[in-house]
Structure formats: structure tokens, C-alpha cells
Nanobody
Framework: QVQLVESGGGLVQAGGSLRLSCAASGRTFSSYNMGWFRQPPGKEREFVATIRWSSGRTYYADSVKNRFTISRDNTKNTVYLQMNILKPEDTAVYYC????WGTGTGAYEYAYWGQGTQVTVSS
């Protein structure tokens, strides 16, 4: 059974940093895309970043490019999202997801989801 467990969320001031972690278990993820999505209050879930586990290829939403970095640690089966220069508009519940097809930018491409972790950025 696939399990994705996010951690690392919290409250931070604008301009600060947080690192989210997603511990993945239940199968080998070498052929998976791993993604981060977020859902701001009252809005739809949106794509943040994705990484191809095998190649390390990454892709980012324009709104987080050059501020956020997605990475993975093969030895720990963990995916990270380093978030720098945080803005109040980054406030959202952040979700980790795993999927095996597509470009990794669409929520419909992911079969497995974590429970989410809250990130709140104060101004």
C-alpha cells in the first residue's frame, strides 16, 4: 500500500523559508513522477512542482520558479520542497503526490496523495 506522509509545514513570516518533506513507502518509486500541489483557502488545488524520480528532471509553476526547489533523496525515499522568499500568497495546504504517467503537472496524473500539511505565511 502506497503511503505519502508530508511534514514540515508551519507558520512563517514573509521572506522566510520552510522545507517540506514527503516520506514515500509501499513500493519502488523509480518510475514515478513526484509532485507538490497546494490548495489556498477558498481556491482550487494547483500545481507547484514535480520531479521525475529516476532522472531528477524538474518542472515548476511560474509562481514559484526561482524561489522553490524540489529534490529527492533515494536513500530515504523522501521528496523535499525547499521554499524560500515565502509570500503571503503561498499560504495553502501543500500536498505530495505520486504518479506514473504524463508530464507531472496535472493533478489528474497522480494516483496517490498525502494528507497535506498547512503552510501559513504572515505579512
Amino acid at each position: 500500500q502506497v503511503q505519502l506522509v508530508e511534514s514540515g509545514g508551519g507558520l512563517v513570516q514573509a521572506g522566510g523559508s520552510l522545507r517540506l518533506s514527503c516520506a514515500a513507502s509501499g513500493r519502488t518509486f523509480s518510475s514515478y513522477n513526484m509532485g507538490w500541489f497546494r490548495q489556498p483557502p477558498g481556491k482550487e488545488r494547483e500545481f507547484v512542482a514535480t520531479i521525475r524520480w529516476s532522472s531528477g528532471r524538474t518542472y515548476y509553476a511560474d509562481s514559484v520558479k526561482n524561489r522553490f526547489t524540489i529534490s529527492r533523496d533515494n536513500t530515504k525515499n523522501t521528496v523535499y520542497l525547499q521554499m524560500n522568499i515565502l509570500k503571503p500568497e503561498d499560504t495553502a495546504v501543500y500536498y505530495c503526490a505520486a504518479g506514473t504517467w504524463g508530464t507531472g503537472t496535472g493533478a489528474y496524473e497522480y494516483a496517490y496523495w498525502g494528507q497535506g500539511t498547512q503552510v501559513t505565511v504572515s505579512s
